[in-house]
């Protein structure tokens, strides 16, 4: 069985920082390209940023230079840190998987960021 954790949610103020992990099992993690995902009320789900197995990163210009996704494969578990939080920034953030064209999706984690 596939599941997918995210953790590390919250409320912060603007300009602060989290970092948000995805807790993986079920799956060949060191074969799969990870992602984060979020979705803000109203909006459509955004692609936040990816990583490969080889560890090749992309991100969403919105983010670049702002958030960082990392992996620890011996972990099974992606990170995405993620620093001067903007308002702009508040959703639902959601980790997902691909392993030979297989999706998987994690339930989500709340993060709120005050002006």
């Known amino acids: 069985q596939v599941q997918l954790v995210e953790s590390g949610g919250g409320l912060v103020q603007a300009g602060g920082s989290l970092r948000l992990s995805c807790a993986a099992s079920?799956?060949?993690?060191?074969?799969?390209?990870m992602g984060w995902f979020r979705q803000a009320p109203g909006k459509q789900r955004e692609l936040v940023a990816t990583?490969?197995?080889?560890?090749?990163?992309t991100y969403a210009d919105s983010v670049k230079g702002r958030f960082t996704i990392s992996r620890d494969n011996a972990k099974n578990t992606v990170y995405l840190q993620m620093n001067s939080l903007k308002p702009e920034d508040t959703a639902v953030y959601s980790c997902s998987s691909r392993t030979w064209s297989q999706d998987y999706w994690g339930q989500g984690t709340q993060v709120t960021v005050s002006s």
């Open positions: 990583i490969t197995s080889g560890g090749t990163t």
């Open positions: 079920g799956i060949i993690f060191s074969l799969s390209t």
